[in-house]
């Protein structure tokens, strides 16, 4: 009676499964109230780095023109046109947008409808939805994915040749009055 052991004295903890959120809620154990993340899609960070990217949340509704000079995650919606030429453009997957867009590189999670236009590559996860013309240079459309609309490949746009040295321009012109038919040559001779 006097000589208890410690391990008698304490009550056995309970083990819980660590994949089993409704055994720990009725167990009294606190849960997150977190929302869980989406192991495909990790939204861009607020630290202002050189990834550095805007973001429109869930609850915000836009109706107008929108530009950016850097790249933009909307989850929100967005009525109007939405430009960001030299950035990438992700629509996730709350987001729905009824606009012509116009970036470098989208990613679609959520909804557009409205012509696209990316100078680089457009991507159309599983559970997204495009209506409406894409033009492009490479496209990405995964399955279970939603596109009504056409589809547009263009060739990137070639840098201009550099143009050829002057002294290797002249030289032909110089071969080309030397290479003249023997016929000429005879023609100018009888005059």
Known sequence: MWNRRKEDSTPPVPSVAPSAPSTLAREGIPMSTMPARNPEYEPPSSSGGPGRSASIGKSVVIKGQLF?????????????????LEHRLTVGPNGKIAAGVKAREIVVL??????VEAADKIEIRKEAKLVGDIRTVRIVIED??????SIDIVRPE?????????AAAAAPA???????PPSAAAAEGNR
């Open 174 to 180: 110089a071969s080309s009055a030397a290479a003249a």
């Open 68 to 84: 950016a000079r850097e790249d933009l995650f909307i989850d929100g919606e967005i009525e109007g046109s939405i430009e960001l």
């Open 110 to 115: 959520g909804t557009i409808h409205g012509n």
């Open 144 to 149: 279970g994915a939603f596109f009504k609309g």
């Open 158 to 166: 070639a840098k201009p040749a550099p143009p050829p040295p002057r």
